[in-house]
């Protein structure tokens, strides 16, 4: 039990990071940390990852018990090799950090330009107020949903979701999701305090490399472990 627990937490960590640095809401967590209080922005993107790992790997945990597990074993396993084959498709035709980069800060920047004329000439009113607001205020901000809602749908459907329930249906659901928080954390918290200088300098097509192999490695061991 202990080494299945950490089996599944050091796979689910090791996935997690380099599945999320560097992609799009780590890049949007930056460029939302500052133009916002960073304590919101961090609460606000780390809970909407980690509801999603939660919800990723109870589906993954469930899943052998809807249907058959050699089935669940073997999407599993295509799951593992196709992400590998994506990521490492990605990291050798593309290269396009900057213009990702980019294309975030304007979608961002589209959404943000009415607040900024309005809020522009009153930051050290808004500063005061903000810290005289009672903590729940803060927590239930329009900041902290924002960046709630953005997370949690930009990884909706993504593929570190997806390789989330398929690792939860083939090793431990609770190390996945103990690996699956940290990973989120790491990530999220190196994208608050890092910001826009620490995005820009990651290289997305060394990370899709990085990632590739080590999905290609999981579909190997998946492919030679014995269905139980």
Do not use: Y
């Amino acid at each position: 039990m202990t080494i299945s627990v950490v089996q599944g937490f050091t796979k689910s960590l090791a996935m997690t990071v380099l599945s999320e640095i560097g992609d799009k809401t780590f890049i949007a967590a930056a460029i939302l940390a500052m133009r916002h209080p960073r304590r919101l922005v961090l609460i606000g993107c780390l809970s909407a990852l980690i509801v999603m790992t939660i919800l990723s790997a109870v589906v993954g945990w469930a899943a052998p018990n809807l249907i058959s597990r050699k089935l669940t074993h073997h999407v599993a396993t295509l799951l593992f090799f196709g992400f590998g084959v994506k990521s490492l498709w990605d990291g050798f035709h593309e290269d396009g950090d900057a213009e990702e980069l980019a294309e975030v800060e304007k979608q961002l920047d589209a959404d943000f330009k009415g607040a900024t004329v309005t809020l522009k000439g009153n930051k050290d009113d808004d500063d005061l107020k903000k810290e005289q607001r009672p903590f729940l205020r803060q927590i239930f901000s329009p900041i902290l949903l924002k960046a709630f809602s953005i997370t949690f749908f930009g990884e909706w459907g993504d593929k570190s979701q997806l390789a989330t329930i398929g690792l939860a249906a083939a090793e431990n659901p609770f190390g996945v999701v103990l690996g699956g928080i940290l990973g989120q954390a790491l990530c999220t918290v190196a994208a608050v305090v890092g910001g826009k200088s620490l995005a820009s300098q990651i290289s997305e097509k060394m990370v899709a490399l990085f990632g590739g192999v080590l999905f290609i490695i999981f579909g190997i061991q998946s492919f030679l472990s014995p269905i139980d």
